[in-house]
């Protein structure tokens, strides 16, 4: 009895207007582009980091990542495309699935090492500021393969187990575990942890994105061990669990070397950023003080303007005080000669009376 699955498209592509032919594996692919760079960019001026570096060096990395990755699954797929029956022109045909994630990363870093040298930016830290987004982008890309009615594992009847009705290519109907939502949900938690764990240890020099890299492979895995779509197998397993062993130890021995070379986190993840910023704020400081200045001999202008008035004021009063006391003094001079001649004809008129009595 069917209790729940989970169902899949009827078809992967729609028609916008009638017109414009929407697929659901390339819508995808492009909205984790978008979320890995917007993601990215927040982290990279966190760091000290221009905005709009990440997108920039990323317009090289992504482009270089599409082609490593469907390089990849071509090499790694090649009886899909070139065994008899097939037709080689479908490998490259990109929009009908097929991105081998290990080919992306590397051409992926391929690309940023030469936009990360035309910005003069170092790829470890720059990588290291992409990680957590590349994992995301990764969790909504996969459900590219929702779309395509791909990536699923054995037979199940799980309540989440994904019904497939497409009998092209191969595919059998039925019930099979959903490989693609499985990877999907590790990625997110992988985005979870690097974002925790760079907190947590400040983590540098490209740990973060080694983390991200060995977590990853973990999860790869056993979910490749799920599959049962046709592969190459080498000693009794799949290549890609091969490869993910190696990039696992690999991603590991970097982080333990690193730690111990370059602990500690970058100071600087972009040159001359910091000096842009401090450029911006010197000039503020310096608009500032100098319309402090500017107020502080405006004050003491008018503090000379009211002490100019104010000694002008006093300077008058004082040459009134002056002219008044010379006045009252010469008045003085006056009255007191006037009294002393007053005195002097008294004094003859008494001697002139003596001399007459005599």
């Not at 704020?281 to 502080?296: H, I, P, Q």
Request: glycine share 10%.
């Amino acid at each position: 009895m069917e209790i729940a699955y989970i169902p899949s498209p009827s078809r992967g592509v729609y028609e916008l207007f009638g017109v414009i032919p929407l697929r659901g594996y390339a819508f995808c692919i492009i909205i984790g582009v978008f979320v890995a760079v917007w993601l990215g960019n927040r982290r990279w001026i966190a760091r000290g980091g221009r905005p709009g570096t990440v997108a920039d060096i990323a317009v090289w990395a992504v482009p270089f990542g599409l082609v490593g990755g469907r390089l990849y699954h071509v090499i790694t797929d090649y009886q899909l495309y070139f065994s008899e029956g097939q037709d080689w022109v479908d490998a490259f045909k990109i929009w009908e699935g097929g991105l081998g994630i290990w080919g992306a990363i590397a051409f992926g870093a391929v690309g940023a090492w030469i936009g990360c040298r035309s910005r003069g930016v170092p790829l470890p830290a720059w990588a290291d500021a992409l990680a957590p987004g590349i994992a995301l982008a990764q969790a909504i890309g996969r459900w590219g393969n929702w779309f395509n009615q791909e990536l699923y594992g054995r037979e199940t009847d799980l309540p989440w187990a994904l019904h497939i009705t497409s009998s092209t290519d191969g595919r059998v109907p039925g019930y099979y575990h959903p490989t693609f939502l499985y990877e999907s949900l590790w990625c997110i938690g992988v985005a979870v942890l690097v974002i925790w764990a760079d907190r947590r240890f400040k983590l540098g020099h490209g740990r973060a994105f080694a983390l991200y890299v060995a977590a990853y492979c973990a999860g790869r895995f056993w979910i490749e061990a799920m599959r049962v779509d046709e592969a190459h197998h080498f000693l009794g397993m799949r290549l890609n669990e091969w490869t993910s062993i190696v990039v696992f130890l690999l991603a590991v021995l970097y982080i333990v070397l690193s730690a111990r070379l370059r602990p500690g986190r970058e100071e600087v993840v972009e040159p001359g950023a910091s000096d842009d910023d401090t450029d911006d704020d010197g000039a503020a400081v310096k608009l500032d003080k100098k319309s402090e200045d500017e107020d502080s001999e405006g004050k003491k202008s008018d503090a000379g303007k009211s002490d100019a008035g104010k000694s002008e004021a006093e300077k008058s009063a004082d040459e009134k005080e002056t002219a008044e006391a010379e006045t009252d003094s010469s008045s003085g001079s006056s009255e007191s000669e006037t009294d002393d001649s007053s005195s002097s004809v008294e004094a003859k008129d008494e001697e002139a009376e003596s001399a007459k009595k005599a």
